[in-house]
């Protein structure tokens, strides 16, 4: 019994320590708010915003609420966030597998690779892209296009817009590729483990992907137009380009840096996991003829994963906080539209700043939980 109220007692006095300070701290709040005749309340959320933002995914002008410039400011963060990973992601992984290699060129250029940026302040990244490489682009009447449809200008990248035709139907075909997908590989998985034959899934995924998507347009009536950009003049010496889809050189920026930055640590994420197999495995592997992009694939990275998984997910979480920096160049995420213009129009510091602290932790634990449930998903169960 004594020893239960030891064990019990501290954790107690933590619990009541923790209740003190955040009570301390919201009493004196008040007081200050109430001396300064400062309303604490969430109403404002549904006045007008009465800023604009440059660039937007969903329509949104002056006019509307804080809570729907809330909204529109937390997908330009998402945005970011998503892209970020994924190309930090595919970068890292090569990079990674890279600096493992036998070629001497390749070795090197990977290391040199992941030396040079991650030593470089993230900011300092993003004040390169913007200013230095992309304000060094030409303006819109003297661009020249990529592609032939598409054209980089210091106004952003102007790339064709895909104008669709029953996009319903072209989107259950490509559901329905996806399912198939996934069962094909349960299937596959089953097949290896019990007569060992392996499947080409690579070029069964790819041809599931392109004939059921391929015949919604043959039999479901799809069509899909693209809306290419052109260049017109709206002054005597201001031009821009109509039609298409603008990305603005900001997200290209903040894109751009995070994803080198990131895919830095990615890379000796990976290269940890892959170090951490021991040799005798891909010995038994080679000596069972299996190729080397065989032992990469089927021994060394299944197992390679259940390292890689937990670090890389803190770099994820990372990733996502750090595209705070991207007020540094005024691209209207979270933090400049709701932490920065909304809260110097409004006033509301408590409360504003709560929500955007809020709505990060919950991106970050969002994130983690979903690397935590594919860390347990592919981990190696003892029976």
Same mark, same amino acid.
């Given at each position: 019994?004594?020893?239960?109220?030891?064990?019990?007692?501290?954790?107690?006095?933590?619990?009541?320590?923790?209740?003190?300070?955040?009570?301390?701290?919201?009493?004196?709040?008040?007081?200050?708010?109430?001396?300064r005749g400062i309303d604490f309340g969430f109403g404002f959320l549904k006045q007008e915003a009465s800023f604009d933002m440059q660039f937007t995914l969903l329509d949104y002008d002056g006019q509307d609420?804080?809570?729907?410039?809330?909204?529109?400011?937390?997908?330009?963060?998402?945005?970011?966030?998503?892209?970020?990973?994924?190309?930090?992601?595919?970068?890292?992984?090569?990079?990674?597998?890279?600096?493992?290699?036998?070629?001497?060129?390749?070795r090197n250029s990977a290391a040199w690779y992941v030396e040079f940026f991650r030593n470089i302040p993230l900011l300092l990244q993003i004040f390169f892209w913007y200013y230095a490489a992309l304000r060094a682009l030409p303006l819109p009447e003297g661009a020249e296009p990529w592609f032939g449809v598409t054209y980089m200008t210091i106004k952003g990248y102007y790339i064709p817009a895909m104008i669709w035709q029953n996009l319903n139907i072209f989107m259950y075909c490509l559901i329905a590729a996806v399912v198939s997908i996934v069962f094909i590989r349960i299937y596959a998985k089953k097949?290896?483990?019990?007569?060992?034959?392996?499947?080409?899934?690579?070029?069964?995924?790819?041809?599931? !992907? $392109? +004939?059921? @998507?391929?015949?919604?347009?043959?039999?479901?009536?799809? &069509?899909? /137009?693209?809306?290419?950009?052109?260049? #017109?003049?709206?002054?005597?010496?201001?031009?821009?380009?109509?039609?298409?889809?603008?990305?603005?050189?900001?997200?290209?920026?903040?894109?751009?840096?995070?994803?080198?930055?990131t895919s830095t640590f990615?890379?000796?994420?990976?290269?940890?996991?892959?170090?951490?197999?021991?040799?005798?495995?891909?010995?038994?592997?080679?000596?069972?003829?299996?190729?080397?992009?065989?032992?990469?694939? !089927? $021994? +060394?990275? @299944?197992?390679?994963?259940?390292?890689?998984?937990?670090? &890389?997910? /803190?770099?994820?979480?990372?990733?996502? #906080?750090?595209?705070?920096?991207a007020a540094a160049i005024a691209y209207p995420d979270l933090v400049l539209v709701f932490a920065g213009t909304a809260l110097m129009q409004t006033g509301k510091a408590i409360e504003i700043v709560g929500i955007t602290m809020l709505t990060y932790l919950s991106i970050s634990l969002a994130i983690a939980a979903l690397m935590n449930w594919y860390n347990k998903k592919i981990e190696i169960k003892e029976k």
């Open positions: 019994m004594n020893n239960k109220i030891k064990r019990i007692i501290p954790q107690l006095l933590t619990i009541l320590f923790v209740v003190f300070v955040f009570g301390f701290f919201t009493f004196n709040a008040q007081v200050n708010m109430d001396n609420s804080y809570l729907w410039a809330y909204v529109v400011a937390l997908l330009n963060t998402l945005l970011v966030s998503f892209l970020g990973i994924i190309f930090c992601t595919i970068l890292g992984v090569i990079i990674g597998v890279a600096r493992l290699s036998s070629n001497y060129l390749i097949l290896q483990e019990k007569e060992g034959k392996q499947l080409p899934l690579i070029y069964i995924s790819l041809a599931i !992907l $392109i +004939i059921l @998507p391929g015949l919604s347009f043959l039999v479901g009536g799809v &069509t899909l /137009n693209f809306e290419i950009p052109v260049l #017109k003049q709206l002054a005597t010496t201001s031009y821009i380009y109509e039609g298409g889809v603008r990305l603005p050189p900001e997200l290209i920026a903040l894109v751009l840096a995070l994803s080198l930055y990615v890379a000796e994420c990976v290269r940890a996991g892959i170090q951490g197999i021991s040799k005798g495995q891909k010995e038994a592997a080679a000596s069972v003829g299996l190729t080397p992009n065989q032992i990469l694939k !089927l $021994i +060394i990275m @299944p197992q390679a994963l259940r390292i890689i998984i937990p670090p &890389t997910t /803190n770099q994820y979480l990372n990733l996502t #906080k750090n595209s705070s920096l």
